[in-house]
């Protein structure tokens, strides 16, 4: 099973930038569709962005669309999110979420679709 570790969260004010990273080990991270979620305090888990395991196609929520980027890099087992014009409503705890998939054009915005899950990062916007 594929394990995975997410950095990059702290505090930000409105309108900055922040950039997560996922490391990922124990697995080729090819053979994984990769997702982000979050979740705020009293709030359910919220799916935010997807993508395949080529990264031929990308997905997201309508709340960050426009506004957060997912990439991949394969041959560094990472994906990241790049997080603009950022929003107080933005504040949560950010998981990235794997799916072993053989279907390479694939991506996944369900959360229990995912077979690994990071322990999370918390991203807070000062408004």
């Known amino acids: 099973q594929v394990q995975l570790v997410e950095s990059g969260g702290g505090l930000v004010q409105a309108g900055d930038s922040l950039t997560l990273s996922c490391a990922a080990s124990?697995?080729?991270?090819?053979?994984?569709?990769m997702g982000w979620f979050r979740q705020a305090p009293g709030k359910e888990r919220e799916f935010v962005a997807a993508?395949?395991?080529?990264?031929?196609?990308?997905y997201y929520a309508d709340s960050v669309n426009g506004r957060f980027t997912i990439s991949r890099d394969n041959t560094k087992n990472t994906v990241s999110l790049q997080l603009y014009s950022l929003k107080p409503e933005d504040t949560a705890v950010y998981y990235c979420?794997?799916?072993?998939?053989?279907?390479?054009?694939?991506?996944?915005?369900?959360?229990?679709?995912?077979?690994?899950w990071g322990q999370g990062t918390q991203v807070t916007v000062s408004s």
């Open positions: 993508i395949t395991r080529t990264a031929s196609s990308t």
């Open positions: 979420a794997a799916k072993l998939t053989m279907y390479s054009g694939y991506y996944y915005y369900i959360a229990d679709e995912y077979d690994a």
């Open positions: 124990g697995r080729a991270l090819g053979r994984y569709a």
